[in-house]
């Protein structure tokens, strides 16, 4: 089965810190995917990525920044978090061969005081 | 911009009963998935219908496609307690520069299976 792990399943942070999440999946798969998830508003892309050290921005990308030097980790980067990015972020991964179907890590809900 | 929309938003039943869950969309699509969201957990993948398919079975799942009306729906069976979730539809939106079709989620809908 596949795994998606996320680093931290709640965080609490306070304004203008640097956040780090971090997303590991065991699949190999090519493809990850950031999203950010709040009430109302449903999954919303930030960021995904379809090779090492390749990003593709998604419909929110400001603020978040991504990195990915290894093709098993994905990580989010809020460079001076605010209160506003305060939400619960899902990671995901596919395959391109198969890349109709996304697998999901458990979330991370953050906080940003 | 949101592509997919589900409806009802909410929709509590009786165990034994059967849900329906349905989705519209405003563009063309190559296939629609339909996901479940335990609380506060990732989402777990049930069931994708491809643009050329009208029906698709999965054990107590059924799924509709009809892309005349930009529409889809998804029919729980027999529910059950452990049914009870959020319900997301999900829309590719074409291939990007890397082979990866991105998927648009809808805002999903509350479903509550009374024991």
């Known amino acids: 089965d596949v795994k998606v792990t996320q680093s931290s399943r709640y965080l609490v942070k306070r304004t203008g810190e640097k956040v780090f999440l971090e997303c590991v999946q065991d699949?190999?798969?090519?493809?990850m995917f950031w999203y950010r998830q709040d009430p109302g508003l449903g999954l919303r892309l930030i960021y995904f990525?379809?090779?090492?050290?390749?990003?593709e921005k998604g419909d929110i990308p400001e603020g978040y920044s991504v990195s990915r030097e290894k093709k098993e980790r994905f990580s989010l980067i809020l460079e001076s978090a605010s209160t506003n990015q305060t939400s619960m972020y899902l990671c995901?991964?596919?395959?391109?061969?198969?890349?109709?179907?996304?697998?999901f890590g458990p979330g991370t809900r953050l906080t940003v005081l | 911009s949101q592509q997919g929309e589900e409806d009802p938003q909410a929709l509590s039943i009786q165990e034994g009963e059967n849900a329906t869950m349905n989705c519209s969309y405003k563009?063309?699509?190559?296939?629609l998935q339909w996901y479940r969201q335990n609380s506060g957990r990732g989402l777990v993948h049930l069931i994708l219908?491809?643009?050329?398919?009208r029906e698709k079975h999965s054990g107590r799942l059924r799924v509709t496609l009809d892309t005349s009306k930009k529409s889809s729906s998804l029919l729980i069976t027999a529910s059950r307690a452990a049914d009870t979730a959020s319900y997301f539809c999900?829309?590719?939106?074409?291939?990007?520069?890397?082979?990866?079709?991105?998927?648009?989620f809808g805002k999903g809908m509350k479903l509550t299976v009374n024991p």
């Open positions: 995901a991964s596919s395959q391109p061969q198969d890349s109709r179907t996304q697998y």
């Open positions: 699949m190999d798969h090519e493809n």
């Open positions: 990525s379809y090779d090492v050290k390749m990003k």
């Open positions: 563009t063309s699509i190559n296939n």
């Open positions: 219908i491809r643009s050329n398919e």
């Open positions: 999900a829309t590719d939106v074409g291939v990007t520069q890397g082979g990866s079709e991105k998927l648009v």
